[in-house]
């Protein structure tokens, strides 16, 4: 008879800190950490959950019973403040500490899962579900699977298909839901079953002025640009009237601000005629880049 | 009679488990996996029925062998068999292609002798299971 892992002995103690290390998690946390301006409610909920997940490994090779805990999860905030940024960070670290075993991450829409007609949902569903198995699936505005107003709508069938592979295929996939959080909570008080499996509900707060100052510093070190000197007041002046104007979109705003700046920059320097232009300018954004935007227009 | 047809045929029927690797191992080389079934295993048989379309863009086992099982149960009477399809290098093949589930009885295949000009004999092979009428047999 050959000896199996099972019948040695089981430890009596196991190191946290070097099973972290192992997985490489701290790293993971730590770029979350730089690379994600605020969201400290997010982090601290990832922070908790890679507990979790560390601590069951541990009790694995203790021996102790370690059933996999469900993982599905919803997303609430409002637009831009990094729901999707966030779920692909959560399909690196679920498969850093060996939860799901692929780590990539499907992100779809209510379109990709309801079909058009009788019989088209389901295959639609299932083939999604499939594409996503190992990994992450990750449903955009999910509150569009189910419209209450039309009793004949093939969201339900949707629906009762994922429900059904959350529940016994919970070590094949995590599903993450995303979306506004007053309409998350409609669709979840009309779909009960949808709530009671998911068990990690995150709300993204809004970005304040100064956090949304330093994602406007990390877009821009990641395109390759820098702001003048005197570009970095007007910034600052852009951030606070553009938060109270209507369809203010966080840190996807500041994006579309930083692109229209590029904009005028381009144009800027095209229009000096004849001027040979160096790396500085090439890679500097003026106040006057700033400045034309119509938020400055009253 | 037992059928030996495909890759690993001459093995002990393989778990779940080993056809998962399997199937793993074929997405890992970017291969598209199907899954088809058939009453009838006669080695000319080419066309088996498919069990929904080919699988492209799968990053993981477990969502061939979801419908592995449910091909298997829709079918329990029917051979199973997983197809990997090569469409990687600009020609197209199939890489991989093995058995996954037999009937609980093989039905198996009997010779037809056919009298052929000049007292010549021709020999073929018709599989058991397509005596049954066609009512039955889908």
């Given at each position: 008879m050959t000896a199996t892992a099972s019948d040695l002995p089981a430890p009596d103690s196991v190191d946290l800190a070097a099973l972290a290390r192992e997985t490489g998690v701290p790293e993971v946390l730590d770029e979350l950490e730089r690379d994600l301006v605020g969201l400290a409610p997010v982090k601290a909920r990832i922070r908790d959950i890679a507990a979790l997940l560390l601590v069951d490994r541990g009790r694995r090779l203790l021996g102790l019973p370690a059933e996999p805990p469900s993982l599905h999860m919803c997303f609430t905030g409002n637009p831009g403040t990094g729901k999707t940024t966030v779920a692909m960070r959560m399909a690196q670290i679920l498969h850093r500490l060996g939860y799901v075993r692929r780590g990539h991450l499907v992100a779809v829409t209510r379109d990709d899962l309801v079909g058009q007609y009788i019989g088209h949902t389901a295959p639609k569903t299932r083939e999604v579900l499939k594409k996503a198995m190992g990994g992450v699936l990750f449903i955009d505005e999910?509150?569009?699977?189910?419209?209450?107003?039309?009793?004949?709508?093939?969201g339900q069938e949707a629906i009762e298909i994922l429900l059904q592979v959350m529940e016994n295929q919970r070590d094949d996939l995590v599903v993450i839901l995303a979306g506004y959080k007053d309409r998350m909570e409609t669709f979840f008080r009309s779909n009960p079953g949808m709530a009671s499996r998911i068990a990690h509900h995150i709300d993204f707060p809004d970005y304040s002025p100064d956090e949304l100052h330093a994602i406007a510093g990390l877009m821009l070190a990641r395109m390759g640009y820098r702001l003048a000197p005197d570009a970095e007041a007007v910034l600052r002046d852009y951030i606070a009237r553009r938060v109270v104007q209507p369809h203010f979109a966080n840190a996807r705003s500041i994006r579309n601000a930083l692109d229209r700046a590029r904009l005028r920059q381009a144009t800027r320097l095209v229009a000096a005629t004849g001027s040979v232009v160096g790396r500085d300018e090439l890679a500097t954004l003026a106040a006057a880049d700033l400045r034309q935007s119509r938020v400055f227009n009253d | 009679m037992r059928i030996t047809q495909g890759t690993f045929s001459f093995l002990p029927d393989l778990t779940d488990a080993e056809i998962g690797a399997q199937i793993g191992y074929a997405l890992a080389r970017g291969w598209a996996v199907s899954v088809e079934h058939t009453d009838d295993p006669h080695p000319r048989n080419a066309y088996w029925e498919m069990w929904g379309m080919p699988m492209f863009d799968l990053k993981d086992a477990a969502g061939a062998m979801m419908e592995v099982k449910a091909c298997r149960q829709a079918f329990p009477a029917h051979y199973v068999k997983v197809n990997a399809f090569d469409a990687t290098q600009g020609w197209e093949t199939t890489r991989l292609s093995f058995i996954v589930h037999r009937p609980a009885a093989e039905p198996g295949f009997r010779v037809v002798r056919q009298e052929g000009p000049g007292r010549a004999v021709r020999y073929t092979i018709e599989s058991y299971?397509?005596?049954?009428p066609e009512g039955s047999r889908y």
């Amino acid at each position: 008879m050959t000896a199996t892992a099972s019948d040695l002995p089981a430890p009596d103690s196991v190191d946290l800190a070097a099973l972290a290390r192992e997985t490489g998690v701290p790293e993971v946390l730590d770029e979350l950490e730089r690379d994600l301006v605020g969201l400290a409610p997010v982090k601290a909920r990832i922070r908790d959950i890679a507990a979790l997940l560390l601590v069951d490994r541990g009790r694995r090779l203790l021996g102790l019973p370690a059933e996999p805990p469900s993982l599905h999860m919803c997303f609430t905030g409002n637009p831009g403040t990094g729901k999707t940024t966030v779920a692909m960070r959560m399909a690196q670290i679920l498969h850093r500490l060996g939860y799901v075993r692929r780590g990539h991450l499907v992100a779809v829409t209510r379109d990709d899962l309801v079909g058009q007609y009788i019989g088209h949902t389901a295959p639609k569903t299932r083939e999604v579900l499939k594409k996503a198995m190992g990994g992450v699936l990750f449903i955009d505005e999910a509150y569009y699977l189910y419209r209450p107003e039309n009793e004949r709508d093939y969201g339900q069938e949707a629906i009762e298909i994922l429900l059904q592979v959350m529940e016994n295929q919970r070590d094949d996939l995590v599903v993450i839901l995303a979306g506004y959080k007053d309409r998350m909570e409609t669709f979840f008080r009309s779909n009960p079953g949808m709530a009671s499996r998911i068990a990690h509900h995150i709300d993204f707060p809004d970005y304040s002025p100064d956090e949304l100052h330093a994602i406007a510093g990390l877009m821009l070190a990641r395109m390759g640009y820098r702001l003048a000197p005197d570009a970095e007041a007007v910034l600052r002046d852009y951030i606070a009237r553009r938060v109270v104007q209507p369809h203010f979109a966080n840190a996807r705003s500041i994006r579309n601000a930083l692109d229209r700046a590029r904009l005028r920059q381009a144009t800027r320097l095209v229009a000096a005629t004849g001027s040979v232009v160096g790396r500085d300018e090439l890679a500097t954004l003026a106040a006057a880049d700033l400045r034309q935007s119509r938020v400055f227009n009253d | 009679m037992r059928i030996t047809q495909g890759t690993f045929s001459f093995l002990p029927d393989l778990t779940d488990a080993e056809i998962g690797a399997q199937i793993g191992y074929a997405l890992a080389r970017g291969w598209a996996v199907s899954v088809e079934h058939t009453d009838d295993p006669h080695p000319r048989n080419a066309y088996w029925e498919m069990w929904g379309m080919p699988m492209f863009d799968l990053k993981d086992a477990a969502g061939a062998m979801m419908e592995v099982k449910a091909c298997r149960q829709a079918f329990p009477a029917h051979y199973v068999k997983v197809n990997a399809f090569d469409a990687t290098q600009g020609w197209e093949t199939t890489r991989l292609s093995f058995i996954v589930h037999r009937p609980a009885a093989e039905p198996g295949f009997r010779v037809v002798r056919q009298e052929g000009p000049g007292r010549a004999v021709r020999y073929t092979i018709e599989s058991y299971a397509v005596d049954r009428p066609e009512g039955s047999r889908y």
